[in-house]
């Protein structure tokens, strides 16, 4: 009797052995785990329990690799809120910063995204022109030297003065919206329009010739990457309105309506006021760039220039 209640008993308590065994092993097997997993990593490294969060949310699992090989920075977890953060951008953002400590984050996105964090003229692509009607050419994106537009047309003098072409549908889009802007009591005119490589050539050297090269880069763009090089562009003015000179242009309703409508008719406004830094050239209240309808609108609507958009949008 004795024999067989023992029995019982060592049975019992080898089973609750067997069970905290399991119970311990669980842990260790879970604290393991952790020990070694990105989360605690990451906190290793110094960031906060809401930094992680952010990290794991927004990065991939080989983009959080790259993070814990780096020492911690809270700039980091900074641009990765941004709306416009590019991860392959990351370490030029960090570098930015670095030299631009009055600049906002948000700013060293942008300014990153669009390269200004490189001087003019200086690391340039090739732009792809696979892209049609929205190739980037500014002053990091160039056209191949023999590049020439496919369809380009003559413009009649009563659209243009003397001496202007460009793509032929972009010349149907612009004469829709000077049929619109006509209705409302408004005369366009085309003052420049398609310039091929030895145009911007000539136009480039005159400026640097009379006024320096600091003068030229600021009002035109060297050859190879002149916008007005893609058939796609257009400087646009009032009909007898500027004394033939873009002066006053941006005090006249013209330009208010065409800020506010050339959208519709596929065309945005290239080098806006204010936005001198990102898109590195003074304000043109005449330049529109063609981009076909669609585009156009969600350009107009995102409030960014061309040279942002196509970095977070088409580029990436
Ligand atoms: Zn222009």
Same mark, same amino acid.
């Not at 696979?130 to 190739?135: A, E, F, K, N, T």
């Given at each position: 009797?004795?024999?067989?209640?023992?029995?019982?008993?060592?049975?019992?308590?080898?089973?609750?052995?067997?069970?905290?065994?399991?119970?311990?092993?669980?842990?260790?097997?879970?604290?393991?785990?952790?020990?070694?997993?990105?989360?605690?990593?990451?906190?290793?490294?110094?960031?906060?329990?809401?930094?992680?969060?952010?990290?794991?949310?927004?990065?991939?699992?080989?983009?959080?690799?790259?993070?814990?090989?780096?020492?911690?920075?809270?700039?980091?977890?900074?641009?990765?809120?941004?709306?416009?953060?590019?991860?392959?951008?990351?370490?030029?953002?960090?570098?930015?910063?670095?030299?631009?400590?009055?600049?906002?984050?948000?700013?060293?996105?942008?300014?990153?995204?669009?390269?200004?964090?490189?001087?003019?003229?200086?690391?340039?692509?090739?732009?792809?022109?696979?892209?049609?009607?929205?190739?980037?050419?500014?002053?990091?994106?160039?056209?191949?030297?023999?590049?020439?537009?496919?369809?380009?047309?003559?413009?009649?003098?009563?659209?243009?003065?003397?001496?202007?072409?460009?793509?032929?549908?972009?010349?149907?889009?612009?004469?829709?919206?000077?049929?619109?802007?006509?209705?409302?009591?408004?005369?366009?005119?085309?003052?420049?329009?398609?310039?091929?490589?030895?145009?911007?050539?000539? @136009?480039? !050297?005159? /400026? *640097?010739?009379?006024?320096?090269?600091? &003068?030229?880069?600021?009002?035109?763009?060297?050859? +190879? $990457?002149?916008?007005?090089?893609?058939?796609?562009?257009?400087?646009?003015t009032?009909?007898?309105?500027t004394?033939?000179t873009f002066d006053?242009f941006?005090?006249?309703?013209?330009?208010?309506?065409? @800020?506010? !409508?050339? /959208? *519709?008719?596929?065309?945005?406004?290239? &080098?806006?006021?204010?936005?001198?830094?990102?898109? +590195? $050239?003074?304000?043109?209240a005449w330049?529109?760039?063609?981009?076909?309808?669609?585009?156009?609108?969600?350009?107009?609507?995102?409030?960014?220039?061309?040279?942002?958009?196509?970095?977070?949008?088409?580029?990436?």
């Amino acid at each position: 009797m004795k024999k067989k209640v023992r029995l019982k008993k060592e049975v019992k308590y080898g089973f609750i052995g067997i069970v905290v065994l399991i119970i311990a092993i669980v842990f260790l097997v879970q604290f393991i785990s952790y020990r070694t997993s990105t989360k605690y990593k990451l906190k290793d490294l110094g960031y906060t329990t809401e930094e992680v969060t952010t990290i794991i949310e927004k990065l991939d699992h080989e983009q959080v690799k790259d993070i814990l090989k780096m020492e911690y920075n809270q700039n980091i977890v900074l641009f990765l809120q941004e709306k416009y953060f590019i991860y392959d951008n990351l370490e030029r953002y960090l570098d930015y910063q670095k030299e631009n400590q009055d600049k906002s984050t948000s700013d060293v996105v942008t300014m990153v995204n669009v390269n200004r964090d490189r001087d003019f003229y200086t690391d340039t692509k090739e732009t792809d022109l696979s892209l049609g009607d929205l190739i980037l050419v500014n002053k990091y994106y160039s056209l191949p030297d023999d590049y020439e537009p496919e369809n380009i047309v003559k413009m009649n003098l009563q659209y243009a003065y003397d001496d202007n072409s460009i793509r032929d549908y972009v010349y149907d889009a612009f004469l829709e919206m000077y049929r619109a802007a006509m209705e409302e009591g408004y005369q366009l005119i085309t003052n420049s329009s398609y310039r091929d490589y030895d145009w911007q050539d000539t @136009l480039y !050297n005159n /400026y *640097k010739t009379s006024r320096g090269q600091e &003068y030229a880069d600021a009002f035109a763009a060297r050859p +190879g $990457y002149s916008e007005h090089q893609t058939g796609l562009a257009l400087d646009i003015t009032c009909y007898n309105c500027t004394n033939g000179t873009f002066d006053d242009f941006a005090e006249s309703e013209e330009y208010q309506w065409l @800020l506010k !409508n050339s /959208y *519709k008719y596929g065309f945005i406004l290239r &080098y806006p006021e204010g936005k001198e830094d990102i898109t +590195g $050239y003074n304000f043109e209240a005449w330049h529109f760039r063609y981009v076909g309808k669609d585009m156009a609108k969600k350009i107009y609507n995102s409030g960014l220039t061309f040279d942002e958009y196509y970095a977070y949008y088409i580029e990436k």
